[in-house]
Structures are given as C-alpha cells and as structure tokens.
C-alpha cells in the first residue's frame, strides 16, 4: 500500500472524531475549514433494530414509533429519482484512469507512470485517451451511452489540502464557513422531519455532504442490518408477538381517536415489519439476494452496501440520497500503479453489479450515480514512483439516463496552470446546479451559493 501524506492522515483522523458519538470536534489548525455536520446531534435508536442498525443524525426529538411511521408514509408516497454519490479517497489520478496515451507530453512527464499506448480501452470521445485496464466496466457502461464523463472537473483557485478541498466538495461552495452538505441543505428544503432514510450515509459514520440542518439523514452499514427487537425475545415467540401487534392494525376503531391513532401506528409498524424483514440476516448469511453477482467477498464493503442499497430500492424504502466511500487509497505520493489498480478495479466492478442489478430489478431510469474524488493528481510523477496533489480531477456520472458525452474537454498537458496542474474545463458547482435542477427537480439558486454564475451543463438525455 502507498503511504499517504501527512495531510490525508490528519484528515481522515478528524472527521472520523467528528462523527463518532461523544468524542467531540478534534482541535483544527487556524484557517482549516470545520467539516460540514459540526453541531448535529445524534440519537441512535435501536428501533427495534439489533445492533448499531440505524445511526440517527439531527433527530433527537424523534421517538422510535414516529421514526417508524414517517418511513413507512414516504413508502407509501411512491418512487421518486435517488442520486448515490460515490467518493474516491484521495485525490484519484485522472491521467491514469483516462490516459492521455495520444499526448505526446504524456510519456516525457510520466516516463516511469505511462500507460502504454495499447493499455485498456480507447476512449471513443477523444482518441488521445484510453481507459484504464481496471476501468473496462466503465468503458463497457460508457459504450452502452450510461457514462458521461468529466475529464478535467474542478474549480477556480484549486486547494491542494485534503482537507479543505473535500470541504468544498462536501458543501458546494468553496467557502470555509459552512457547515452543511450541499445535499443536506436539498433535504432541508424537500424533506421530512421523521424519515431519516431519505439522506442514506451507507457507512459507520455520516457522510458531511449530506449534514441537514433541520431533518433527520442516517447512516446505516447495510440494510441487512435492520431487523426488529425486542429485550428477552426471540425467536418464534418474537415473530408470533410482531405478528400478534400487527394484527392490532385492523381492530375496529369507531369513533375513538385514540384507539385509531393506536391501531394506525401498529398497522404502520407492520407494515415496515414486512417491508424490512426480507432483509433480515439468517444464519450471518445476508437476508436478501441479488439478481446479479457482485465481486468480493463478505470482508468487501463496498459491493455489499450497492447491493444492500438496490434491494433497499427494490423494496420500496423512501431513499432520496445516498453516500458512500469507496475501496481503495487514492493518495497516492509513492508506488502508485499496483495501489491505483486494484481500487479501481473494486470499484468499476462494484458500479457495473450495482447497474446490472438496477436494471434487473426496473430501477435504472430513476437511480443516478455521481463518482468523485477531492482532486487530481500533479501531472508530473515525482521520484516515489508516484504522483502528488494536483488541481482539476476526474469525475464520472452512471445510469441509463445520463446523456453519456464528455462535459468540458479533456485539458491537456501543454498548458498547465503554474504548479504544474491540469486545469479545469469545467466546475463542480455547475455540475452540482445540474443535478439538482435536472436531476431532483430543486432551485439550484437556493442551494448552491452563487449558483447562477457557474454554467449548468447538459447532464440527461
């Protein structure tokens, strides 16, 4: 494994302190902005749930029955678009994954780095290019027209810390002050005060781009993970008394409010029961199955959580937004090749799984999934067999309606900022606005600051 930089480190570090309950905000220096989520409370009901099943961010006033109920009414509210975003740790080396092979520029900066020309797939968009070996699912899915691509994304006056540029990211501004994710202040405006499934951190921890201000995200390490419980209870005598409170649902209520408001309630239980209990671990086998194989094993998080994720989907559940890491370290300063490969295999394995099995089930026209990393790399390798933070990345959109063309051009390397950066051919605030116009049908203006300045690119067919 490359041994990450002193910065990657003491980031990773921080935020894991910000998100584990009753450890407190870890000191930051003078300058470094506080990750977003800072100041959210969180209650973690077990909901009749085993286990850590169900982290509650921003929601101390909500008991478990109204958490409950309130997913069981999004329920029944019906389908709506999911946007999954996808996070690359590090700061992945786009001109590695997209390989400039027809650069002339290419093998002079990268003399020991360079893929060779017959390396991977050629990039149909722009003949200079060739995917990465371990991307081919990527190119597969692109050839289908279900990757559009961002081959130099970015944004104006480019941070080269870990840390404050995946605040950036995380709260779609490059402003240090704030203290909300870009998708947390979308759920604020269109989301519920009592269903904490509607912003999904599918992790241990939360992820900031989704830190609300005044509803309730949750973090959740799989669906199979979320059972009912009862103290002292189990077993058959357990399903017989679900079942027995079930059955309260359809005692006749007259005109007593009480008795209605009681028998809705078990109803609405019930029926989450019912909606949940397909994914009820058995024998620490998970309690759903997939349509489609995913890689890894059961140690392999990350195609875990997508498949959890499509039979949370396929269910029914009311997911709005969802976050997740994925495999692999992308800061890669030193012995970069073998590091670079074997994440971006999982990774583009994973994606292609979870798009197979969106398809399968009817699902893929209303999921969208967003791949990003905090930046690129420099375009010049340095002496560890490696590269060192760069500016303007790679970032790539997944599903059947994405409009599968390049969004900004590829930037080249014959004009690199002054540090020896690609630069940016188009921002991540523009992309943002985009999604959430076109994509969650939101007032961009309203969410993203100085959203109207920031040109929106075409993202769906």
Same mark, same amino acid.
């Given at each position: 494994m490359p041994r990450p930089c002193n910065d990657f480190s003491r980031t990773?570090?921080? =935020?894991?302190?910000?998100?584990? #309950? !009753? %450890?407190g905000l870890p000191a930051i220096e003078p300058g470094m902005p506080i990750p977003a989520g800072t100041g959210l409370s969180r209650g973690s009901f077990l909901a009749r749930g085993t286990g850590l099943a169900l982290a509650v961010y921003g929601a101390g006033a909500v008991l478990p029955r109204a958490l409950e109920e309130g997913i069981a009414a999004a329920s029944a509210a019906g389908p709506q678009r999911v946007l999954v975003s996808v996070f690359l740790d590090g700061g992945a080396d786009s001109l590695s994954m997209l390989a400039p092979t027809g650069d002339p520029l290419y093998e002079r900066l990268r003399p020991k780095l360079a893929l060779p020309g017959s390396a991977g797939t050629a990039f149909a968009e722009d003949s200079r290019l060739r995917w990465h070996p371990s991307l081919a699912p990527l190119a597969t899915l692109h050839g289908e027209g279900k990757v559009t691509v961002l081959p130099g994304v970015g944004y104006t006056g480019p941070d080269q810390s870990h840390f404050t540029s995946r605040h950036f990211w995380e709260v779609g501004a490059?402003? *240090?002050s704030l203290r909300t994710g870009w998708l947390g202040r979308w759920l604020d405006r269109v989301g519920t005060a009592d269903n904490p499934l509607q912003g999904l951190s599918l992790e241990s921890r939360l992820q900031p781009s989704l830190a609300t201000a005044r509803v309730p995200v949750a973090s959740i390490d799989g669906p199979d993970r979320y059972d009912f419980? +009862?103290?002292?209870?189990?077993?058959?005598? *357990?399903?017989?008394?679900? *079942?027995?409170i079930g059955s309260l649902g359809n005692v006749p209520t007259g005109n007593d409010p009480a008795l209605g408001l009681a028998t809705a309630t078990a109803r609405q239980a019930a029926q989450l029961r019912q909606q949940l209990l397909p994914f009820a671990a058995k024998d620490d086998q998970p309690g759903f199955t997939s349509?489609?194989?995913?890689? !890894? @094993?059961?140690?392999?998080?990350?195609?875990? %959580?997508l498949a959890g994720l499509a039979a949370m989907l396929g269910a029914g559940l009311p997911v709005r937004a969802v976050a997740l890491t994925a495999p692999g370290m992308y800061d890669t300063h030193d012995d970069q090749p073998g590091a670079l490969a074997d994440g971006l295999?999982? +990774? #583009?394995?994973?994606?292609?799984a979870f798009q197979r099995d969106l398809e399968s089930r009817g699902? &893929?026209?209303?999921?969208?999934?967003?791949?990003?990393?905090?930046? @690129? =790399?420099?375009?010049? *390798?340095? !002496?560890?067999?490696?590269?060192?933070?760069?500016? &303007?990345g790679i970032g790539f959109l997944i599903g059947t309606r994405v409009r599968g063309t390049m969004i900004g051009e590829y930037p080249g390397l014959a004009k690199l900022d002054d540090h020896g950066n690609l630069r940016a051919t188009s921002d991540f605030r523009g992309l943002y606005a985009a999604l959430l116009e076109d994509w969650l049908d939101a007032d961009a203006d309203a969410i993203i600051p100085g959203a109207r300045s920031f040109a929106r690119p075409r993202i769906l067919k």
């Open positions: 990773e570090l921080v =935020r894991r302190g910000l998100a584990e #309950a !009753g %450890r490059t402003s *240090e419980w +009862t103290r002292n209870v189990w077993g058959d005598v *357990e399903s017989r008394m679900l *079942e027995a349509p489609v194989p995913y890689p !890894g @094993g059961e140690d392999e998080d990350f195609p875990r %959580r295999k999982l +990774t #583009a394995d994973s994606l292609l699902l &893929a026209d209303r999921v969208l999934v967003h791949v990003w990393s905090e930046f @690129g =790399r420099r375009a010049q *390798e340095n !002496g560890s067999n490696g590269t060192d933070h760069g500016a &303007a």
